[in-house]
């Protein structure tokens, strides 16, 4: 018995090793493991009104001391635009969904110059699919370059379901957009990396930060088979902590956008792209890389 006892007490910090290993690598049924760094603990937020205004629709735009509620009716839906363009940066904020039946809408987040390049612009998308209270939402992740986006559809879409209910609290969404690389953010754990390969598939012109809610009946929720219904309206979006932490148009050339890692990493640490992989292995549902549907030679960093 002692022989026993003195094995059981040994094993006992070997198991607790063990399970805290499979944690780190898989996660727990409440979500994934941690990044261990939290970007955006590095940037202040900002009031609505020092980093934002409204662009249409105010009318369906209210602020609530910090907190902006915009939605969409059959008259109109509502959008705003960042008072300065920026040519890299952390852009996040905290947004909450509406429940229950929203096919056919979009609600967003997202860099774009579409305004000063039209027909052939740049944009990184932060996109909520509506859905149907059967199923849950959808974010779709997208990168456009040089118009890929206008006449020319290059969509390079990676599609996620969440975690977590983003209709019942507010969760931070972001983009990290550097010279070398774009990293999407999920409460602060990155869910898609797109790296810089060449210039040719790389947004490297200025950008404005934009958020919306639209109706795209056509194709937001799978791929349009359920169009958005006006018997549940109005649909809202709901932003706050705001936070913009970048290099604007203005600013000199040695502005440096803030580190997506721990010092001492060029790119992601390996427990950022550990908890990247978990959620790719558990929550991913859709990659323009992987789609036998595509025409590759279109985008050649896949």
Same mark, same amino acid.
């Given at each position: 018995?002692?022989?026993?006892?003195?094995?059981?007490?040994?094993?006992? !910090?070997?198991?607790?090793?063990?399970?805290?290993?499979?944690?780190?690598?898989?996660?727990?049924? *409440?979500?994934?493991?941690?990044?261990?760094?939290?970007?955006?603990?590095?940037? $202040?937020?900002?009031?609505?009104?020092? =980093?934002?205004?409204?662009?249409?629709?105010?009318?369906?735009?209210?602020? &609530?001391? &910090?907190?902006?509620?915009?939605?969409?009716?059959?008259?109109?839906?509502? =959008?705003?635009?960042?008072?300065?363009?920026?040519?890299?940066?952390?852009?996040?904020?905290?947004?909450?969904?509406?429940?229950?039946?929203?096919?056919?809408?979009?609600?967003?987040?997202?860099?774009? $110059?579409?305004?000063?390049?039209?027909?052939?612009? &740049?944009?990184?998308?932060?996109?909520?699919?509506?859905?149907?209270?059967?199923?849950?939402?959808?974010?779709?992740?997208?990168?456009?370059?040089?118009?890929?986006?206008? =006449?020319?559809?290059?969509?390079?879409?990676?599609?996620?379901?969440?975690?977590?209910?983003?209709?019942?609290?507010?969760?931070?969404?972001?983009?990290?957009?550097?010279?070398?690389?774009?990293?999407?953010? %999920?409460?602060?754990?990155?869910?898609?990396?797109?790296?810089?390969?060449?210039?040719?598939?790389?947004?490297?012109?200025?950008?404005?930060?934009?958020?919306?809610?639209?109706?795209?009946?056509?194709?937001?929720?799978?791929?349009?088979?359920?169009?958005? @219904?006006?018997?549940? *309206?109005?649909?809202?979006?709901?932003?706050?902590?705001?936070?913009?932490?970048?290099?604007?148009?203005?600013?000199?050339?040695?502005?440096?956008?803030?580190?997506?890692?721990?010092? =001492?990493? &060029?790119?992601?640490? !390996?427990?950022?792209?550990?908890?990247? *992989?978990? %959620?790719?292995?558990?929550?991913? %549902?859709?990659?323009?890389?992987? @789609?036998?549907?595509?025409?590759?030679?279109?985008?050649?960093?896949?």
């Amino acid at each position: 018995m002692p022989l026993l006892t003195s094995s059981l007490f040994h094993m006992v !910090p070997l198991f607790s090793l063990l399970l805290l290993s499979l944690m780190i690598r898989y996660g727990t049924s *409440q979500g994934p493991p941690s990044p261990g760094y939290y970007p955006s603990s590095k940037t $202040n937020p900002v009031s609505f009104d020092e =980093g934002f205004r409204n662009l249409w629709g105010p009318q369906h735009q209210k602020l &609530d001391q &910090d907190s902006l509620t915009i939605w969409l009716d059959s008259y109109s839906g509502s =959008g705003f635009k960042s008072l300065h363009s920026y040519r890299s940066g952390y852009f996040g904020a905290a947004i909450k969904l509406q429940p229950g039946y929203t096919a056919g809408v979009i609600t967003s987040l997202y860099l774009s $110059n579409n305004q000063d390049y039209p027909g052939h612009h &740049d944009e990184i998308d932060i996109e909520f699919l509506g859905t149907t209270p059967d199923k849950p939402y959808v974010l779709q992740t997208n990168v456009y370059i040089r118009g890929s986006g206008d =006449g020319n559809i290059i969509g390079r879409e990676m599609r996620f379901h969440l975690w977590f209910d983003p209709t019942q609290d507010f969760h931070n969404y972001a983009i990290l957009w550097e010279p070398s690389e774009i990293i999407f953010l %999920v409460d602060d754990v990155p869910i898609r990396r797109y790296p810089r390969k060449s210039d040719a598939t790389f947004p490297t012109r200025e950008m404005y930060v934009y958020g919306s809610i639209w109706d795209a009946s056509s194709w937001a929720t799978e791929g349009g088979k359920y169009k958005a @219904d006006y018997n549940y *309206q109005p649909f809202f979006g709901r932003y706050k902590n705001f936070k913009i932490l970048g290099c604007t148009t203005e600013a000199s050339t040695s502005c440096q956008p803030p580190s997506p890692s721990p010092s =001492g990493y &060029d790119s992601l640490s !390996p427990q950022q792209f550990a908890a990247m *992989q978990w %959620v790719q292995n558990n929550y991913l %549902v859709y990659d323009y890389c992987h @789609d036998p549907g595509r025409d590759h030679t279109l985008t050649p960093e896949c």
